[in-house]
Each structure stands twice: as C-alpha cells, then as structure tokens.
C-alpha cells in the first residue's frame, strides 16, 4: 500500500477540505482527489462523503483513520531506522569477547561508544580467543576482542590494540613471594598452571616457549583455559603461573604478582580486535575506528 496516499488520506481526513489539505501538501488538487479516488478503489470502499457543504468521513473513513495514522508513524520510524543502520548509529552490533578485557579494555571501550552511538544496540558475548575467530569468520559475530598471540590462520583482519606481557603469580605461601624481581627460571621446579593446549593456544604456546627460552620445560599439574580460572587456581594452591601483567588488576589477598627479567621477545602477548572487511557494518566500522582511537599503538 502506497504511504504517500495513505498521508493524501489522513491530511483531508483532518481538514475536511482538499484544497486545505492540498496546500498543506503542496500539490494541485486535482492530484490529489485522483489519490484518494485511487486508494478508494484499492480499498473498495468509499472514505469520504462528498456534498456541495463540503466533505465528511463515512464510517469506513472513520475506522481507517487511527489506523491509517499508526501506519504513518510506524513508515517514519522504519525509515528512520533504516537511515539510522546504514550511517551506522542504530542497529545492533555483536561483539565477542575473552574474560581479560574485562579488566581495562572493555571498561574503556563501552561507555565511550554507549555515549556516542546510544541508538546501537550493543550485544556482548564472552567466548575463548579460539571460538571468536571462528564466530567472526561464520559471520554470527560482527567483531572480536582476542588474546594474542593467534597460531590458527583466518581470513579476518587482526587489528591490534594492546601489547603485553607475562608475569608470574604465585601463591601467597610461595617461597618466591618474598623475592622481588623474578628470573623465570627460577620458577624451573615450580609446579604451574597452564592454558589448555586447544582452546587457549595462544597462551599455551607463548607461555611454554617462554619456558623453554628460559632453560626448562614446566611440570604442569592442571590446565584451564580462561586467565581468570588461572588464578582461582593459583589461589586454591596448586601452583604458580604466567598471566598477562594487565591481570595485576586481579587483587587478592592469596595472590602475589612478580616481574620476570628474562622474558624473550617471540614470547609477548597482546589484545586485538577481529574483524572481515567484506563483511563490516557501518556500526562495526565506528566501533573498530573508537577502538583504534583509544587504543593507538606506536608504529
């Protein structure tokens, strides 16, 4: 159905006049009494009651009326919505997430971009680095905040937005605590945490190449795979591990955090952002841009 007749309608309906409601339409009113004839024969009812006093409604008329009113506004407000995805300021935008952008990235990256785009409808998803490529990949994510480093090649563009480090953790009872910068070789008898070979590779391959850079393979006594399951069980006991220095955020009372001195380079972790090109979103694209914008790395 035709809106532009359906406004033809509501306009004389509301001045009960057409010439009336062809100047406040800006059109001849020839025109316009063919509109209205047209929409009477799409109809096949008669809206309006033409007499030499001048028009009125007929009871078809009448009950069309607040309808016809609803579906003006409801074309405004698709119209509006529509304009509003392409410029990428309404919407909805799906972003994954690992658990340890929780403690800075996140806390940064939301509330600015909630404040800028409020019309966007931001859906967050916490997932591993592993199952976030591939959601980005499948298109059922627009992007993806992932550790680095990732050892699985992807047709999706890695944008990177922190650089970092491994530090060790060590429980509160260790003998280490009271030491103050850490070799990681020291720790070369210690038993550790460590990520799960398959659903945290990136961490798992850093963390023992860091290991076997520094002399030692590590004796590993349990495996996780989120950082913040990492340190629960640093907490519990069970050993020392290597998590990012930005978990230092993490504070307990059963954990001490220390330095290592003797870190190699092929071993340095990070954060970055994911994303398809080809597939980005006017409100991807905003969101990637605010992201680079409050996270700029030197060349």
Do not use: W
């Not at 509501?10 to 063919?34: I, K, W, Y």
């Not at 009326?65 to 119209?79: D, I, T």
């Amino acid at each position: 159905m035709d809106l532009r007749r359906i406004r033809h309608f509501v306009v004389v309906a509301e001045t009960l006049n057409f010439r009336r409601a062809a100047e406040r339409l800006h059109m001849a009113q020839p025109p316009l009494s063919v509109s209205i004839q047209k929409l009477e024969a799409e109809l096949d009812t008669k809206l309006f009651v033409r007499s030499p006093s001048g028009v009125s409604l007929t009871p078809s008329g009448e009950a069309a009326l607040a309808e016809a009113r609803r579906l003006l506004f409801h074309g405004s407000q698709f119209a509006q919505i529509a304009h509003s995805a392409s410029e990428g300021t309404g919407g909805a935008l799906h972003v994954g997430f690992v658990g340890s952008t929780t403690f800075g990235l996140l806390q940064k990256l939301v509330p600015r971009y909630r404040a800028e785009y409020p019309g966007v409808e931001l859906i967050l998803r916490e997932a591993t680095s592993a199952r976030i490529m591939q959601m980005v990949e499948e298109d059922a994510l627009d992007i993806g905040l992932v550790r680095t480093p990732l050892l699985h090649s992807s047709a999706a563009t890695l944008v990177p937005l922190e650089r970092d480090q491994f530090i060790a953790a060590l429980p509160r009872g260790n003998r280490f605590v009271k030491k103050g910068l850490l070799a990681l070789g020291d720790l070369a008898d210690e038993s550790f945490i460590m990520y799960t070979r398959t659903e945290a590779a990136g961490l798992h391959s850093a963390a023992m190449l860091a290991c076997q850079q520094a002399g030692f393979l590590p004796r590993i006594t349990q495996e996780a795979v989120q950082v913040q399951t990492v340190l629960s069980l640093v907490e519990s006991g069970l050993g020392v591990a290597l998590v990012p220095s930005v978990m230092q955020r993490f504070v307990s009372e059963k954990i001490a955090y220390r330095a290592l001195d003797d870190l190699p380079p092929a071993a340095e972790i990070g954060l970055a952002l994911i994303y398809r090109p080809e597939m980005e979103s006017p409100a991807a694209r905003r969101f990637r841009l605010l992201a680079c914008q409050e996270f700029p790395l030197p060349a």
